[in-house]
């Protein structure tokens, strides 16, 4: 299948998801309307993109904040992302799509609740032109075997004196790509580094796809899935050749040899399958 109409299909899918992701957002407060005569203060959230994630990989969200009015905010800023709330129509297997979810920002206090499935950051008022970032990382465990997409949404939400916030809340996507795979040897070897593995995207199992093999943070081969794994067809319940084994070369001595599986169907979405010190002879 060209990559191509791949592609087109899956951003097509996307666009209706995000259409309709208000839906399954209901649980987060709305900001309470004001007029700006209370406080002329302003919040905008700026744009935030669509993030694509593999199978046990993490998947990483951000969003700024920033008061572009002529005065502070009457008090305490809370910044809300609420992940993992499922697909439109409603899909229940997508509601436990993550886990290990952590939270950051460059301003404030932050925690995360497992149970609602929502992380939030409590700041201090923001003077006029001050801004501040959230960050929220949580790697992707639902097992899926189609591309999928789950929703998230950011949302800044103030004190009552505070007029209504120009684009209060951001709501986007994650495609949720069903790729797979391992990193299962690094051995040195005279000249380089002998790399195995393997890596599927169940979605399409027939096809082979490419492992990028970074030596000390520089791609240094690219390999693609030519071997047989029966293990793999048999717990992942596919066939095809999926297994993936190389030699890279190297210079004698210590080396950070990581591997990564591309996704030919979703252009930059690729899972890390990790990382070994390897020392060449």
């Given amino acids: 299948m060209p990559v191509k109409s791949t592609r087109s299909r899956r951003v097509a899918l996307s666009m209706v998801v995000l259409m309709g992701l208000a839906v399954p957002f209901g649980a987060l407060a709305a900001p309470v309307a004001a007029t700006a005569a209370d406080d002329p203060a302003g919040l905008q959230i700026d744009a935030v993109d669509t993030t694509q994630v593999a199978f046990h990989d993490t998947a990483k969200w951000a969003f700024t904040v920033q008061d572009v009015g002529t005065a502070a905010t009457a008090g305490p800023v809370r910044l809300r992302f609420a992940y993992d709330t499922g697909t439109n129509p409603p899909d229940k297997a997508s509601l436990r799509a993550f886990d290990h979810v952590a939270v950051s920002s460059s301003s404030g206090r932050c925690t995360v609740d497992t149970v609602t499935r929502v992380t939030t950051c409590t700041l201090p008022a923001l003077r006029p032109g001050a801004s501040v970032t959230m960050t929220t990382t949580a790697r992707q465990v639902w097992d899926t075997r189609t591309t999928r997409l789950t929703g998230w949404e950011f949302q800044a939400v103030r004190g009552t004196s505070d007029p209504e916030v120009p684009y209060d809340s951001r709501i986007s996507g994650t495609t949720i790509v069903p790729t797979h795979g391992a990193f299962d040897g690094a051995a040195g070897t005279t000249g380089g580094v002998t790399v195995s593995g393997w890596?599927?995207?169940?979605?399409?199992?027939?096809?082979?796809?490419?492992?990028?093999?970074?030596?000390?943070?520089?791609?240094?081969?690219?390999?693609t899935t030519t071997r047989p794994r029966?293990?793999?067809?048999?717990?992942?319940?596919?066939?095809?050749?999926?297994?993936?084994?190389?030699?890279?070369?190297?210079?004698?001595?210590?080396?950070?040899?990581?591997?990564?599986?591309?996704?030919?169907?979703?252009?930059?979405?690729g899972i890390d399958l990790g990382c070994r010190t390897v020392r060449v002879p």
């Fill in 199 to 223: 890596a599927v995207d169940v979605e399409r199992a027939a096809d082979p796809m490419d492992v990028a093999v970074d030596v000390d943070g520089t791609q240094a081969a690219l390999l």
């Fill in 230 to 269: 029966a293990d793999v067809d048999r717990a992942l319940h596919v066939t095809g050749d999926h297994g993936f084994r190389g030699v890279v070369r190297a210079a004698s001595g210590a080396h950070r040899v990581c591997v990564t599986a591309a996704d030919p169907y979703w252009g930059t979405s």
